[in-house]
Nanobody, 116 residues
């Protein structure tokens, strides 16, 4: 059973930082491309960053380039999103995503609020 569990969200002031984690189980994590998505209130879910199975290919949404860093630890079956210089527009629920055997799997999300 595929499970994805996000953690690390919270309330942070503009300019602050947070580190999100995604704990994965139930599939061969080291062979899977992983993604972070986010959904802001009243908006559609959007892709934030993607990392290949080996971690060598990384793609970011333009709005987070230079501020967010996606990474993974295949020994720990974990993915991370280091978010720096946070802006109010980064406020959203952040989701971990895995494509396994042609099916999309999602965690329940972790909420990030950027506000003074």
């Amino acid at each position: 059973q595929v499970q994805l569990v996000e953690s690390g969200g919270g309330l942070v002031q503009p300019g602050g930082s947070l580190r999100l984690s995604c704990a994965a189980s139930g599939f061969t994590f080291s062979r899977s491309t992983m993604r972070w998505y986010r959904q802001a209130p009243g908006k559609e879910r959007e892709a934030v960053a993607r990392i290949s199975s080996s971690g060598t290919i990384i793609i970011y949404q333009d709005s987070v380039k230079g501020r967010f860093t996606i990474s993974r630890d295949n020994d720990k079956n974990a993915m991370y999103l280091q978010m720096n210089t946070l802006k109010p527009e980064d406020t959203a629920v952040y989701y971990c995503n895995a494509l396994v055997a042609g099916l999309d799997y999602w965690g329940k999300g972790t909420s990030v609020t950027v506000s003074s």
